[in-house]
């Protein structure tokens, strides 16, 4: 090979066609790649509103445990509607009702903000999660009698907003319940006893 030829082989560069041909590839990859973060970034924030939602929930079943500890029918009296915060919403909303149980001071509160922690009147705090609960008391379907007179059954559902917007907690449940695709929801289904010690 002369060395006229070299040279001219070493000066020789890429192509117009060749370029474009390397971007085209370049912006298809860049293409897949921001997809895909897009994707992992709305995994990631489903999987933390499902936890903290979940969180919450459990949370609300153990304030029911302890509102039960109220329930004791001293002398087998009855006093559940009258001495407990959450249980007695029974009474004024029967099964099949969801309600929003009542906000009770330092004890617990319906609405919650984006870190799953109570929203208290004054709390600018936007409400990311709202809980709603059911209570069932197991009863014989042909008679109606109840069977475990100091057992219910709680149902708590906590939704929020699947687009990430704030949510309004005076939404009634019913209309939650007709838009499944604007809400998301976790429920937990709990059974709370009386407390038997005081008998």
């Known amino acids: 090979m002369s060395a006229a030829r070299s040279r001219r082989t070493a000066r020789r560069g890429y192509t117009l066609i060749e370029v474009m041909a390397a971007l085209g590839v370049l912006a298809i990859g860049a293409t897949g790649v921001l997809a895909l ?56 909303a029967p099964f099949p009702e969801k309600v929003t149980p009542t906000l ?28 709603h609960v059911r209570f069932t008391q197991f009863s014989d379907a042909t008679t109606g009698t109840r069977r475990w007179p100091t057992l219910i059954r709680a149902e708590i559902r906590v939704t929020w907003e699947r687009n990430g917007n704030p949510i309004n907690c005076a939404t009634a449940p019913t209309d939650i319940d007709a838009q499944p695709e604007r809400f998301g929801a976790v429920y937990v289904t709990t059974a709370v006893r009386r407390n038997t010690s005081e008998e």
Do not use: H
């Open 104 to 131: 009770i001071p330092a004890l617990g509160a319906p609405s919650a903000d984006v870190f799953g922690t109570d929203i208290y009147a004054g709390d600018p705090s936007q409400s990311a999660f709202c809980t």
């Open 37 to 92: 973060q897009k994707a992992t970034l709305i995994s990631n924030t489903n999987a933390r509103n499902i936890a903290i939602a979940n969180n919450i929930a459990m949370t609300w079943a153990e304030r029911l445990r302890v509102d039960a500890l109220q329930w004791n029918d001293p002398g087998g009296v009855p006093d559940r509607d009258s001495d407990t915060d959450w249980l007695s919403l029974m009474t004024t």
